[in-house]
């Protein structure tokens, strides 16, 4: 599997953002996809997934502000991320987990938020 992320960039803080992850290879294989972020100095963490069933799952950071959404006729995941505070900046990464829970990895889009 291969994944395609776009669109981090520069917001200051109450404003939005939308990072897509697209998806191509062996798709079929896709059980869920999430998005993971890194801060400088900090470990990587989970920000949300969703199942190929449509389950999400969110960091209590994010709940009520971040969104992930799929679309399946694209191959395509979203993180719509709205409220943005300072401490969102990091390095948004997409994972596709296939069936037997073997992660794929896109490149990462740098999200920065100013005060």
């Known amino acids: 599997v291969q994944l395609q992320a776009s669109g981090g960039g520069l917001v200051q803080a109450g404003g939005f953002l939308r990072l897509s992850c697209a998806a191509s290879?062996?798709?079929?294989?896709?059980?869920?996809m999430g998005w993971y972020r890194r801060a400088p100095g900090k470990q990587r963490e989970l920000v949300a997934g969703i199942t190929d069933g449509g389950r999400t799952n969110y960091a209590d950071s994010v709940k009520g502000r971040f969104t992930i959404s799929r679309d399946n006729a694209k191959n395509t995941v979203y993180l719509q991320m709205n409220s943005l505070k300072p401490e969102d900046a990091a390095v948004y990464s997409c994972a596709a987990l296939n069936k037997l829970a073997i992660p794929s990895w896109g490149q990462g889009t740098q999200v920065t938020v100013s005060s």
């Open positions: 290879g062996s798709i079929f294989s896709i059980s869920a």
